[in-house]
């Protein structure tokens, strides 16, 4: 997958669908207002890498927004205000639009994917071809 | 076997390869010409060292730089790139 | 998804204990309903901010306004579902009689309750963590996919099929 | 131990209704599909193995609170779309001479509730490890 990206076929873009409550609910509102001040992925990271338990509470996530020098009152009131609520209950029903029903599930192109890393990765080289063909034809 | 695990190996690997290879390669370029004098010979490898070594921070650079425009948003890659991969998910 | 296996197992468990006939597993979910409310009252923190899928009104808050906001909401929660509020409260308790893991687990964390009572708010976090931390050990995120009625990789080996009536 | 065995892939756990208390029944198993047709099917099991309201409203009222879309929700359940999917489990279920409930079955076999049968359980997974181990030496 990660080829795919850097060799330039593929962008990748990671969207929520919360199943499993409010821990994963907060902690991808704690990943969006991180995402204003530009540190999107060090949250996503902090939750998917280094997975302490400590960051899906409303303490550990301003402690992760210290540490990564961002601005803690902005990032607070982000949270409390849940300023993006709306926008993952929006990724929430277009994931089930879109015929997710478990996590993780990968579309290429908009289409439903197999779950396997092999079968992304042809999925990917066939959607290629398809574009060229069209851009070819 | 978790998949983002694997990428983050992926990605550190992937750096450390790019640049290996590349010092690799400028390294044989300098011992193409053996009939030169040895001074001469050392000399030259010194330079082509150094060379290398600015060609491969500048080539870091890039490479990192490279990296961080991949890095939007919950995106990453470049923009234009012919097809999407959506990744649904929860961090739990 | 540990919340939902955790239901199944203890409900199976619930069931498996009484289950001689059908109806006497009806009283043992009223009379378990039943228990659970009367503690629910007590429990009212730990209810309200308990794992509800989806409920984003209980999403985490310290302030005490929103504190006298959630208990509203947690009032108005336990009319409109008490099964639903029951639910959450009976859980620990029955899954501390099937699993003995997590049953140590959850008999920590009972114990710990009692003493640190001064800040609800902070107390409830300190159960989520304890309940998050729970999940990533139990190296729940490998890809584990729930899909309609089917929990874990379609590829497994072993099919265990539930033949139920939710009555 | 069904949780163990389903968290480290040895096995799949499936849920096929069974309609034993007539129009009730019925009821929760549609309101149960139809919430799985937006993504929210284990919501309603949990919710319907814990409580004694099978009504309309109750149904109707758990859609909301999970933020499900209300009409397509209400329609689905009014039109009873799923009655057939429903009814066919119930009835190869009779067929297979399966009545009383739980009863729970691995890979197919095995009768009602026991020991016995979680024995079964641990005997297959300890041979398929067995299996595996000899694969991968």
Redo the contacts between chains.
């Keep these: 997958m990660e080829e795919l990206i850097h060799s330039g076929i593929a962008r990748y873009e990671y969207r929520h669908f919360i199943i499993f409550g409010s821990a994963s609910q907060f902690a991808a509102m704690a990943t969006e207002c991180a995402g204003d001040q530009g540190a999107w992925w060090e949250f996503h990271d902090a939750y998917l890498i280094d997975a302490r338990a400590r960051s899906f509470t409303r303490a550990g996530a301003l402690e992760l927004a210290r540490d990564e020098g961002l601005d803690v009152a902005q990032f607070t009131q982000c949270i409390d205000n849940e300023e993006h609520r709306d926008r993952i209950l929006q990724m929430q029903q277009q994931a089930i639009a879109d015929g997710a029903r478990g996590t993780p599930t990968f579309l290429i192109n908009g289409r439903m994917a197999a779950r396997s890393l092999d079968g992304i990765i042809e999925q990917v080289h066939d959607a290629a071809e398809a574009v060229e063909n069209q851009e070819g034809g | 076997?978790?998949?983002?695990?694997i990428?983050?190996g992926?990605?550190a690997f992937?750096a450390v390869a790019a640049v290996a290879t590349l010092v690799a390669a400028c390294g044989g370029g300098a011992e193409s010409e053996p009939e030169q004098t040895a001074a001469q010979a050392a000399g030259q490898t010194a330079q082509a060292e150094q060379a290398a070594a600015q060609a491969e921070q500048v080539e870091s650079a890039e490479q990192d730089a490279?990296v961080q425009v991949?890095?939007g948003?919950?995106?990453?890659?470049?923009?234009a790139?012919?097809?999407?991969?959506?990744?649904?998910?929860?961090?739990? | 998804m540990i919340r939902r296996i955790i239901v199944v197992v203890a409900a199976s468990a619930l069931i498996l204990a009484a289950c001689s006939s059908n109806s006497d597993v009806q009283q043992t979910a009223q009379v378990a309903a039943e228990v659970a409310t009367q503690g629910n009252e007590q429990q009212q923190e730990q209810a309200a901010t308990s794992y509800q899928a989806g409920e984003s009104e209980s999403t985490e808050k310290v302030a005490d306004a929103e504190q006298a906001a959630r208990d509203d909401s947690q009032d108005r929660e336990t009319a409109e579902r008490p099964s639903n509020a029951a639910d959450q409260a009976d859980r620990p308790d029955s899954a501390e009689q099937t699993q003995s893991t997590t049953g140590e687990q959850q008999a920590t964390e009972q114990a710990v309750d009692t003493e640190i009572d001064e800040d609800p708010g902070q107390q409830a976090e300190f159960e989520q963590e304890a309940m998050v931390g729970q999940i990533i050990e139990s190296g729940h995120r490998a890809g584990l996919f729930a899909n309609r009625n089917m929990v874990g990789d379609p590829d497994a080996p072993i099919v265990i099929t539930e033949y139920s009536d939710f009555l | 131990m069904i949780d163990e065995l389903v968290r480290t892939g040895l096995a799949r756990f499936e849920y096929q209704h069974i309609l034993n208390h007539g129009p009730p029944s019925v009821a929760a198993a549609l309101a149960t599909e139809c919430g799985g047709d937006q993504g929210r099917w284990w919501d309603f099991h949990d919710h319907y193995m814990t409580t004694n309201d099978f009504s309309r409203d109750g149904a109707i009222a758990l859609a909301a609170s999970l933020s499900l879309d209300a009409e397509e929700f209400a329609q689905c359940l009014d039109n009873e779309v799923h009655l057939d999917l429903v009814e066919g489990q119930h009835r190869t279920a009779a067929q297979a001479g399966i009545n009383r409930t739980p009863t729970i079955r691995i890979n197919g076999e095995g009768g009602a509730v026991s020991d016995a049968l979680i024995e079964q359980v641990l005997e297959i997974a300890a041979q398929l490890e067995s299996q595996a181990g000899e694969g991968e030496s």
């Design positions: 076997m978790n998949q983002r695990r990428w983050a992926l990605i992937a490279r991949v890095r948003r919950a995106a990453l890659g470049d923009p790139a012919p097809v999407l991969i959506q990744e649904y998910s929860d961090f739990l």
